[in-house]
């Protein structure tokens, strides 16, 4: 097994460990939510980041992944591994369509399409009474698991294992021929088609593997919430939490979406619990405009500018 | 009568044929929203995502004028226009020192404009909440009626401002050397300052034009239905297929796009419900992006 995966296993290990340690439920609720947006940031930035497409549908990807699971559970309830395999496949598929249907053209036009899809997405679920339309729908979930405990632990610790495939498929890619080919197109497009690189194919793959972990992450959130309502699978929280993680941690490596994710989801946590959630939306917006125009490289950039000038 | 759910119903004249007026009005009024986002991402190449944001600033304006002084919305937006246009002038200057000098408008500049949108939402959620609000005039209401025909004045005024609205601007566009100057950004940067013409100067007007139309379409939106801060952003997707759809920066497009957007709608509103209506736009914009990328009257 390579060292990096060993190491993440270890870190994710002593973090449930610890969480155990501090024995109370809400920091499993709080870090559920902190986990699940490192995987979504993660998965974003494997399309944003590294090609330089913008995909401002993550909520739609997630509510996918949510909703996918609701219908599975009404048809034939699944164990939730499953679910999630189930959960990421659809939004591959979705993401791969989308990909296949407007990437051949302007980049604007990838990132509007995905504006519109959650819009439309979010009008099909309303309209679906089969999974609870705009009622919502309810997930009994059982108050128990087997070794592990109670459920909350349960979706907290598939929820890392999560963070771990994310951090890895990131982490890998970076270092791959994959990575540099999506180098390359979020370099200079044309340059990269005209020395031969399969830039259709590579944003293909890039869109598929990013909405697929965006609707692994969706997947265990209707147990986790108990009551999914579209308003809050399709949120645009999500949307712009998962653009404006990657953008304040940094886009270039995985690190950066990990730090902004981390830190963001921290402060949001407690901003919810002190202040309000819609005064926490606000400053999650303002740092990512304040971010975008002062420091386009994130934290990661900055801690980067400031060694560099240290070593001069 | 129509059924929701898609069941099967009596096509009957009436119907139809309000169907088509109530489209064709609601079209008007989508040119009056789409005519900016033709400006700055059809001519500018600007994706301004944030453009449904400033909109519904627009509607609150108008709201909070109304409601204090009971002055007509659409004179209301008409004065405004010179604040918008001071405004959009200054985002756009933003955007030019930040992103497109920089050469980063593709990642940072799209999620800057998100930015904008999400803060500007957020903004109006914190001081008015998610109540919805109306403005008070005295077409609001009444209807025309010819025959079986039927002319809702709450639509058939947006429309005649947003047919107005295309007129000016269509006029200025194709008669002044400013106008010439902002389709000249278009095509040739290089020629256009060989003209002795900066095209970071002639882009900021021009942006301040479109952002300068949001302050009317906001002041129409509101005529026609009651707003509250999060609907702007089922017109993100309605904006960028009428935009498309029409060709990317042809006025004349533009107005021919949002009439065949507002009738498709409209009929499927009548026929299959309004709850089905969002979705048209998505269609329209997938599959005009899959089969004609350059629009109806495409560049």
């Known amino acids: 097994m390579p060292l990096f995966l060993v190491i993440l296993i270890a870190a994710a290990a002593l973090v449930f ?69 189930i959960g990421g496949a659809v939004s591959a598929v979705v993401g791969f369509g989308m990909g296949y249907l407007t990437l051949r053209l302007r980049g604007a036009f990838f990132a509007i399409a995905t504006l519109a899809l959650a819009v439309v997405l979010q009008t099909l679920v309303v309209n ?28 907290f610790l598939l ?117 309000s959630s819609a005064v926490n939306l606000l400053i999650v917006g303002l740092l990512l405009v304040g971010f975008v125009i002062i420091a386009p490289n994130g934290i990661v950039g900055l801690v980067q500018d400031r060694l560099r000038a240290r070593s001069k | 009568m129509p059924v929701r759910g898609g069941q099967r119903v009596g096509l009957s004249f009436d119907l139809v044929i309000n169907a088509l007026i109530a489209g064709i009005l609601l079209g008007g009024f989508y040119a009056a929203v789409t005519i900016g986002v033709s400006i700055s991402f059809g001519i500018l190449d600007i994706v301004n995502i944030a453009h449904p944001a400033f909109i519904i600033l627009g509607s609150y304006i108008a709201y909070i004028i109304n409601a204090r002084l009971g002055i007509d919305p659409i004179l209301i937006s008409i004065t405004m226009l010179p604040a918008f246009y001071v405004l959009g002038a200054g985002v756009y ?17 799209l999620s800057f404009f998100f930015g904008l949108l999400f803060v500007t939402e957020v903004s109006l959620i914190l001081v008015f909440g998610v109540d919805y609000r109306y ?27 947003a047919l107005a609205m295309f007129g000016a601007l269509e006029l200025f566009m194709s008669r002044t050397f400013l106008g010439r ?11 256009l300052r060989l003209m002795g013409a900066s095209p970071i100067r002639i882009k900021r007007i021009a942006f301040g034009i479109s952002i300068a ?65 969002p979705a048209v736009a998505f269609g329209v914009l997938l599959l005009t992006l899959a089969f004609r990328p350059a629009g109806l009257l495409g560049r």
């Open chain 2, 213 to 277: 139309t949001t302050a009317v379409a906001g002041a129409l939106l509101i005529i026609i239905q009651p707003v509250e801060p999060s609907v702007g952003r089922e017109y993100i997707g309605r904006v960028f297929a009428i935009c498309v759809l029409g060709g990317l920066g042809s006025l004349p497009g533009t107005v021919i796009g949002a009439m065949l957007l507002g009738i498709l709608e409209s009929f499927t509103a009548t026929f299959y419900g309004p709850s089905w209506a």
């Open chain 1, 159 to 275: 929820m890392l294992a999560l963070v771990v495939i994310a951090l890895t498929t990131a982490r890998g890619i970076e270092r791959s021929q994959l990575g540099y080919g999506f180098a390359t197109i979020r370099d200079d497009e044309l340059a990269a088609e005209a020395c031969g690189v399969p830039t259709l194919r590579l944003k293909l793959i890039a869109t598929t593997l990013s909405g697929g972990l965006m609707g692994m992450a969706g997947a265990p959130f209707p147990y986790y919430i108990g009551y999914l309502q579209p308003s809050s699978a399709f949120g645009l929280e999500y949307a712009v939490n998962s653009i404006a993680m990657p953008m304040i941690g940094g886009t270039t490596s995985w690190v950066g979406p990990l730090i902004g994710a981390i830190l963001l989801g921290s402060l949001q946590q407690i901003a919810t619990v002190t202040i």
């Open chain 2, 135 to 161: 403005v008070e005039a005295p077409y609001i209401g009444p209807s025309w009626h010819i025959g079986v025909m039927d002319f809702p004045l709450r639509m058939l005024v947006p429309c005649l401002a």
């Open chain 1, 17 to 85: 460990g610890g969480a155990r340690l501090i024995g109370n439920d809400y920091v499993f609720f709080a870090g559920y939510t902190v986990l699940q947006f490192i995987v979504l940031a993660t998965a974003w930035n494997i399309l944003g980041g590294y090609t330089g497409y913008v995909n401002f549908g993550s909520a739609a990807f997630f509510a996918l992944g949510a909703y996918a699971t609701v219908f599975v559970h009404k048809t034939y309830p699944l164990p939730i591994p499953l679910l999630i395999v």
């Open chain 2, 93 to 109: 200057q933003i955007y030019y020192e930040s992103f497109e000098r920089r050469g980063q408008e593709a990642l940072r500049g």
């Open chain 2, 181 to 191: 100057a902002i389709a000249a950004v278009a095509q040739d940067q290089l020629a």
């Open chain 1, 128 to 155: 679906w009474d089969y999974v609870g339309g705009s009622r919502g729908a309810y997930i009994i979930r059982p108050n128990e698991v087997a070794l592990i405990g109670p459920y909350i632990q349960y979706l």
